[in-house]
């Protein structure tokens, strides 16, 4: 049972042009959402975060959208950089139970 | 520097052998987590524990253990009865059970069962 998708699998785009990477969720547990960025044999590192209260959270060039009554985020990078390049994991979180679960990830390329 | 340490990077085993993963972190936090990552499938649960001496099962935890015997400590063994252990492993922690402030992650363990 797959609680977070990202049904994207890779997503390529020009830089300077705006990414838009897709999460969908299933499980209605979850109160907030985490987004992170891996490189090949590193561990995750946080992008951003999202409660389940708000719709949109902001950090830089990095915007996240909630969407609960369709169970979906987005996460926006505006302008995208070759730097961006990577596994993005959407994670879906809850403070009750204490779980974590991450979706499939996106790997982004971000062509110069 | 605070942060989470997992060792070896590389680890090699024989097939039909126990192995532990180390993961040592010192930024008091409470929970710890671990992950397995196989290629197209992302990163899924084994086990996590929200506080000493306590832990649960996650998604696949079939074929491994752990234990948490200190706040600062939470190795998982792989077990001869694990099917497929030759996958990359991370393990994570955090303030608490849930945050939106972020899990802190390690640089990971590749496991080969040869």
């Known amino acids: 049972d797959q609680q977070v998708k990202q049904n994207s699998p890779s997503l390529s785009v020009q830089e300077g042009r705006i990414s838009i990477l897709n999460c969908d969720y299933t499980n209605s547990m979850f109160d907030y959402f985490l987004w992170y960025k891996k490189y090949p044999a590193e561990g995750p590192t946080f992008l951003i975060s999202?409660?389940?209260?708000?719709d949109k959270n902001e950090d830089g060039r990095f915007t996240v959208f909630l969407n609960k009554s369709a169970k979906h985020l987005s996460l926006h990078i505006v302008p995208s950089q070759p730097g961006d390049s990577a596994v993005y994991f959407c994670l879906g979180g809850s403070s009750n139970t204490g779980k974590l679960i991450f979706g499939q990830g996106t790997t982004l390329q971000v062509k110069p | 520097d605070g942060g989470i340490t997992q060792s070896p990077k590389y680890l090699f085993r024989k097939e039909g052998q126990n192995v532990t993963l180390s993961c040592e972190q010192n930024?008091?936090?409470?929970?710890m987590y671990w992950y397995r990552q196989d290629p197209g499938q992302g990163l899924r649960l084994i086990y996590y524990s929200q506080i000493v001496n306590d832990f649960q099962k996650g998604d696949i935890a079939e074929g491994y253990s752990v234990s948490r015997e200190k706040k600062e400590s939470f190795p998982l063994t792989v077990t001869s009865a694990q099917k497929n252990p030759t996958a990359f492993y991370l393990c994570?922690?955090?303030?608490?059970?849930?945050?939106?402030?972020?899990?802190?992650f390690g640089s990971g363990t590749r496991l080969t069962v040869v």
């Open positions: 994570a922690s955090s303030i608490t059970g849930g945050t939106l402030y972020g899990y802190t």
């Open positions: 930024l008091n936090h409470d929970a």
């Open positions: 999202i409660s389940s209260i708000k």
